[in-house]
């Protein structure tokens, strides 16, 4: 299947790296593969956006982030949604859906 | 607090630079390890599925760069590269400097200079008590044409009033007259700098 050019998925990157954190921590290749398997790999995240922006994301105060173990016993640094974060993910989703709605509309006329 | 986050972001991207880096790198690290055990699992020989990791993850050092630049690190470098440069510039053309450093000098002493005297001028009350009652009184003599002039009242003025008057709490000469001795007692400061007043009169509206 086709992946989508990473300009595609720049403006929504922020807004999918929060989604995937919604349920609970994570580190940053988990995210990763959370967006690829949710899209049925029709996203791909690059590592060389995604690590800046969960770094920008955290000094916005959107996210914390701790070093912790994985299940398989290696340290990996782990991504905590704030209550900013959450916040940030609800208005971002509201303006999507608008977005997208109004897009799909002009489509279908 | 937001900006208290971010300086410390800074100085630690600044000064544990080591620390930062190793950081982004360790986590790119787990990355690609994590990729390639995910082609592994699915069923790559280990050098293929290294392979294909490596050319999926990309350029760990520009990954790493990019990293260090968001997490403030960039920034502060940018700044401490950008003051050693002035400096050297300064050093090597020290006419320029000269100047530079005189024209500075001289706009911020004069810039105090102003604002010190409109400040003790203007923006801080006499140093007297209820500075807003007092008062300058001068007296205006009209002479036979018509003219008037006006005078600083004399001491024997002061002292009629003093004897008279119910509208003043106090009075008192500002300028004694040439070689006649100190300033009028009521109107000295005292060695604090507030001006002298009996106590009985501290009071007196």
Redesign the interface.
């Known amino acids: 299947m086709a992946r989508t050019n990473s300009d595609q998925l720049h403006g929504t990157l922020d807004m999918l790296v929060l989604k995937s954190l919604e349920s609970g921590p994570l580190?940053?290749?988990a995210i990763?593969?959370r967006l690829e398997r949710l899209s049925k790999d029709v996203l791909s995240v690059?590592?060389?956006s995604l690590?800046?922006a969960l770094?920008?994301m955290e000094?916005?105060?959107w996210l914390t982030s701790e070093w912790a173990l994985t299940d398989t016993g290696?340290?990996?640094?782990f991504y905590r949604l704030t209550r900013a974060g959450r916040a940030q993910l609800a208005a971002e989703t509201r303006s999507w859906t608008r977005l997208t709605a109004a897009v799909q509309g002009v489509l279908n006329a | 607090?937001?900006v208290l986050?971010?300086i410390a972001?800074r100085w630690r991207a600044l000064f544990h630079r080591d620390v930062v880096a190793g950081?982004?790198n360790?986590?790119?690290q787990?990355?690609l390890?994590?990729?390639t055990e995910?082609y592994e699992h699915e069923g790559l020989a280990p050098a293929e599925a290294q392979r294909k990791a490596r050319q999926r993850?990309?350029?760990l050092a520009?990954?790493q760069d990019?990293?260090y630049?968001?997490?403030?690190g960039g920034f502060m470098e940018t700044v401490v590269q950008d003051v050693r440069h002035s400096v050297r510039l300064l050093v090597k053309q020290r006419g320029f400097a000269l100047v530079a450093i005189l024209t500075i000098a001289l706009g911020i002493g004069a810039s105090t200079a102003i604002f010190s005297v409109i400040d003790a001028a203007v923006l801080h009350p006499l140093p007297y008590p209820n500075p807003e009652q007092l008062v300058d009184v001068h007296v205006e003599e009209r002479g036979a044409d018509g003219g008037s002039m006006q005078l600083g009242p004399s001491i024997a003025d002061v002292r009629a009033w003093r004897a008279a008057d119910q509208v003043f709490s106090h009075r008192a000469r500002s300028r004694p007259p040439r070689g006649r001795g100190p300033h009028d007692p009521q109107f000295r400061a005292h060695p604090g700098g507030r001006p002298w007043l009996r106590p009985r009169d501290r009071h007196v509206g």
Do not use: C, S, T, W
Not at chain 1, 74 to 77: E, G
Not at chain 2, 69 to 72: A, E, Y
């Open positions: 580190h940053g290749y990763a593969l690059e590592e060389g690590y800046p770094y920008r000094a916005r105060g290696r340290r990996a640094r | 607090m937001k986050r971010i972001a950081e982004i360790e986590e790119l787990f990355h390890k994590a990729r995910q993850v990309g350029n520009l990954h990019h990293g630049d968001v997490r403030g």
